[in-house]
């Protein structure tokens, strides 16, 4: 139980373009989703918190309108980078907080690369 | 301010030599301690979750224990495939309990 799954798993795209990410739960409700980013050989780095029905929480330097989140459901949240540029390329990984719990649990990840 | 340190940074091992990575944290009120292991260019997997001193948890050679101030993961007889980072994270106190990451401990396991 308590899987997370991601889609894609990889993406290429071009530069200026939008791309979608989708984040679910597969088997339990999800009260809260995060949203991550991590770069090679280095931590997690927090990007946003979502809850289900509301806007998006963004860590301090994170753009709003540049990394749009929408949770609109308890299993489905999915991140848009629109206007992707080679600097956004990164590993992004969402995890959602199980309902009733403080448990959270990591989808596979999303190779984002941007040419 | 709530924290979580991991030690060691890294660690090397020859297979079958047993060790132990620590977490220590300092929080506010804990809401459950987390271990995960990380490989590379995946998500975090879950391991595991303590919630009160004395807690222990088990799954094939890991072992997680807690106290009041930290929490060790024990790995006995480890194999190469044990090898990934294992990372230590705690709930804030905040309402959707964004995690406190530590740092890490990279362990390599060596045939």
């Known amino acids: 139980g308590a899987v997370v799954s991601q889609h894609p798993s990889w993406v290429i795209c071009k530069s200026g373009t939008s791309v979608k990410i989708e984040c679910r739960s597969l088997d339990f409700q999800a009260t809260t989703m995060f949203w991550y980013r991590q770069f090679p050989k280095q931590s997690l780095m927090l990007m946003a918190t979502s809850n289900e029905g509301s806007k998006a929480t963004y860590e301090q330097g994170v753009e709003k309108d540049k990394f749009l989140i929408n949770h609109a459901s308890l299993t489905l949240s999915t991140l848009t980078v629109t206007s992707a540029h080679p600097e956004d390329s990164s590993f992004y990984i969402c995890?959602?907080?199980?309902?009733?719990?403080?448990?959270?649990?990591f989808g596979p990840g999303t190779r984002l690369t941007v040419t | 301010e709530d924290q979580v340190t991991q030690s060691p940074e890294a660690l090397r091992l020859q297979e079958g030599e047993s060790s132990s990575l620590n977490c220590s944290y300092t929080v506010s009120g804990l809401r459950g301690l987390f271990w995960y292991r990380q490989d590379p260019g995946k998500g975090p997997e879950f391991l595991f979750t303590?919630?009160?001193?004395?807690e222990e948890k088990e799954k094939e050679r890991l072992k997680a224990t807690l106290t009041k101030k930290e929490s060790f993961l024990h790995i006995t007889a480890p194999k190469p495939e044990d090898s990934a980072t294992y990372l230590c994270a705690v709930p804030s106190m905040d309402s959707n309990y964004q995690l406190i990451w530590g740092a890490g401990t990279k362990l390599i396991i060596k045939p």
């Open positions: 303590l919630y009160s001193a004395g």
């Open positions: 995890s959602a907080r199980k309902a009733g719990t403080s448990e959270q649990y």
